[in-house]
């Protein structure tokens, strides 16, 4: 079955940088787009990035613009977010998601001093 | 991008029917049947209920359905049940070619 696995959240400080992973398994990696999507705590969901199967074709979020950046290895069936200059309002959790249908479980990050 | 605008909160009592609306604009909701809808229980990640307007994916009752009519999509959970009970999400595609998800329902079984 469809697996996504997320790692790589953490506490990190304003103005810091992380990179989130997420394994994949289960389905043929490299056939579909692939997105992140967030959800700050008690708050809703917000789609922050998408990246397509050759990897090709990539876009934002206006609040994530120029600051975080989606990657793939279809080679290693992974999918990465780089992730910088990190503020307060970036705090959430973080969702892998095989569009539309399959999501991971979720790393939270947390950016506080 | 704004968020697609939907109630706040719906609430029924068990075996009856629920509609949730989800307003967006034409460019987005009234510009492709590319609308989502997600259904997410406290602590846990968000499950696809339908795609596309209006297919249920494998494995979702038939109790849930979707629709669309100009700039507003709709799910309605028809034989209200306890275990509905849980956020929804409406999302849709838009002409920049990004995903704009909708503002949350909390579904309140009576």
């Known amino acids: 079955q469809v697996q996504l696995v997320e790692s790589g959240g953490g506490l990190v400080k304003p103005g810091g940088s992380l990179r989130l992973s997420c394994a994949a398994s289960?389905?043929?990696?490299?056939?579909?787009?692939m997105s992140w999507i967030r959800q700050a705590p008690g708050k809703g969901l917000e789609w922050i990035s998408y990246m397509s199967s050759s990897g090709s074709t990539i876009y934002y979020a206006d609040s994530v613009k120029g600051r975080f950046t989606i990657s793939r290895d279809n080679a290693k069936n992974s999918l990465y977010l780089q992730m910088k200059s990190l503020r307060a309002e970036d705090t959430a959790v973080y969702y892998c998601v095989r569009q539309p249908d399959s999501w991971g479980q979720g790393t939270l990050v947390t950016v506080s001093s | 991008q704004s968020a697609l605008t939907q109630p706040a909160s719906v609430s029924g009592s068990p075996g009856q029917s629920i509609t949730i609306s989800c307003t967006g604009t034409?460019?987005?909701?009234?510009?492709?049947?590319?609308v989502s809808w997600y259904q997410q229980h406290p602590g846990k990640a968000p499950k696809l209920m339908i795609y596309?307007?209006?297919n249920r994916p494998l494995g979702v009752s038939n109790r849930f359905s979707g629709s669309k009519s100009g700039n507003t999509a709709s799910l309605t959970i028809s034989g209200l049940q306890t275990e509905d009970e849980a956020d929804y999400y409406c999302s849709s595609y838009t002409s920049g070619s990004t995903y704009v998800f909708g503002t949350g329902t909390k579904v309140t079984v009576l």
């Open positions: 034409s460019g987005d909701v009234g510009a492709y049947n590319y």
């Open positions: 289960g389905f043929t990696f490299s056939d579909y787009y």
């Open positions: 596309d307007v209006s």
